[in-house]
T-cell receptor, first 112, second 114 residues
Framework: AQSVTQLDSHVSVSEGTPVLLRCNYS??????LFWYVQHPNKGLQLLLK??????LVKGINGFEAEFKKSETSFHLTKPSAHMSDAAEYFC??????????FGAGTTVTVRA | DAGVIQSPRHEVTEMGQEVTLRCKPI?????LFWYRQTMMRGLELLIY????????DSGMPEDRFSAKMPNASFSTLKIQPSEPRDSAVYFC????????????FGPGTRLLVL
């Protein structure tokens, strides 16, 4: 069975400083892993996807994530936060089919 | 590409009324998903269609909920009769082939049942 744990429910950063969102997963297979972002009153937008091609995945808007099998982690980072990064972020795992397991979400606030 | 289109974006209705939510998937995608998002339960898969056929409806809460996909470019989710506990954001998503293909989400319909 697959599951996802997002280790922080809230992250607050200053504009221009790095962002780190932590995600651990559990999977019986070689999983696909995703990060989605949801801005207030908007739908979920795909930031990036890991599918075993490369352990460091680059996404949109300067985000990237590193897959670490030994640690069962898929943390999301961005070197310099922007005010527009304020949103909720979901780590998602898919074992082998269409069923996605969503993390509880991490709310990011960016201080000016 | 226009992305996944949902309508209406907001719906306010009274308990007992019928509610119909609509979705147009991305052209060329043959898999469609309906999700519900609430504070208490997060995102839940309600139903999955592949090539217009319902494959998995195990997430549909009860008989008050029904979903159809009459063709490749249109799907509806109907609640009849609606109840206050149905208040949530309902998302439609589509993917190219199902399986582990990336799912692309629509903007959602925010439903409030009074």
């Amino acid at each position: 069975a697959q599951s996802v744990t997002q280790l922080d429910s809230h992250v607050s950063v200053s504009e221009g400083t790095p962002v780190l969102l932590r995600c651990n997963y559990s999977s019986s297979y070689s999983p696909s892993l995703f990060w989605y972002v949801q801005h207030p009153n908007k739908g979920l937008q795909l930031l990036l996807k890991y599918t075993s091609a490369a352990t460091l995945v680059k996404g949109i808007n300067g985000f990237e994530a590193e897959f670490k099998k030994s640690e069962t982690s898929f943390h999301l980072t961005k070197p310099s936060a922007h005010m527009s990064d304020a949103a909720e972020y979901f780590c998602v795992v898919s074992d082998y089919d269409y069923k996605l397991s969503f993390g509880a979400g991490t709310t990011v606030t960016v201080r000016a | 590409d226009a992305g996944v289109i949902q309508s209406p974006r907001h719906e306010v209705t009274e308990m007992g009324q019928e509610v119909t939510l609509r979705c147009k998937p991305i052209s060329g995608h043959n898999s469609l998903f309906w999700y519900r998002q609430t504070m208490m339960r997060g995102l839940e898969l309600l139903i999955y269609f592949n090539n217009n056929v319902p494959i998995d409806d195990s997430g549909m809460p009860e008989d008050r909920f029904s979903a159809k996909m009459p063709n490749a470019s249109f799907s509806t989710l109907k609640i009849q009769p609606s109840e206050p506990r149905d208040s949530a954001v309902y998302f439609c998503a589509s993917s190219r082939r199902g399986g582990e293909e990336t799912q692309y989400f629509g903007p959602g319909t925010r439903l409030l049942v009074l």
